[in-house]
């Protein structure tokens, strides 16, 4: 199992965002999520295409660009998904209370040359799977409700991480390609063992590092409880 930390900059230093970028991919972080709200889907306004685009050269790890991962926060979605494919984006994902047709919004993010992605709050039931699974690259399990950083991991996102890996995985033993599982919402490394254990291989996880004076020490304290699975 490949694990990939994914650090959402909502909780970095907005002054500073290139070089926070720049500091927890060389830290370690493999993924920069970046969440985009618009105060109406949820109550928080944040970043759009223009910051992702600015965001873009400083997203390189190892000498190579590191995937943007745009968690949508935002109806309706489908207007802005160009946008975000133009300003650099690679994963694109949204809600699917926010789009008015889950298929067609799966297939514009898709035509626009980026990875698709649905995301469940805590309270969405996972049967809008039910038709999906090969338009998707991504389910995003929210372990809180979104809207904020900082809040507390709710422990029943586990059974449902768990129950979206049966499917990933029904979906690969009849053929299908592999679909990221990703967590979003109150990840540490006090946590992260049992979220992995229940079958997440992408952590979204804001507070926890740049919360944290060392961020190279948080993302590898998670990677040893990750290694211990
Ligand atoms: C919440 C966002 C999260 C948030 C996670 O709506 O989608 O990505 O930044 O922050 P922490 O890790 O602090 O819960
Ligand atoms: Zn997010």
């Known amino acids: 199992m490949t694990f990939r930390i994914a650090p959402s900059i909502l909780s970095a230093d907005f002054a500073r965002l290139g070089e926070e970028v720049r500091n927890v991919l060389a830290a370690g972080a493999d993924v920069v999520h970046f969440d985009v709200m618009d105060n109406h ?8 295409p223009m910051v992702c685009e600015a965001v873009r050269p400083h997203a390189v790890k190892d000498g190579k660009p590191a995937p943007i991962d745009v968690h949508l926060m935002v109806r309706p979605v489908d207007r ?17 209370e926010a789009s008015e047709h889950i298929d067609r919004t799966l297939g514009l993010i898709r035509e626009s040359g980026c990875k698709a992605g649905l995301v469940f709050n805590p309270a969405t039931p996972l049967h809008y799977l039910d038709h999906l699974m090969d338009r ?51 990840v540490k490394a006090d946590n992260i063992r049992a979220i992995g254990a229940a079958g997440a291989d992408t952590f979204v996880a804001g507070s926890a590092i740049f919360g944290a004076p060392d961020y190279r020490a948080v993302i590898d304290a998670m990677r040893a409880e990750l290694g211990a699975l």
């Open 41 to 48: 889907y949820v109550p928080n306004l944040t970043i759009g």
């Open 80 to 96: 802005i998904i160009p946008d975000f494919a133009k300003a650099g984006a690679d994963i694109i994902s949204f809600h699917p």
């Open 136 to 186: 998707l690259d991504l389910i995003l399990i929210m372990s809180v409700n979104p809207g904020f950083g900082g809040q507390t991991f709710i422990p029943e996102a586990l059974a449902k991480l768990k129950a979206a890996r049966a499917r990933i995985d029904a979906h690969r033993a009849a053929g299908g390609r592999d679909i990221w599982l990703e967590v979003d919402g109150g």
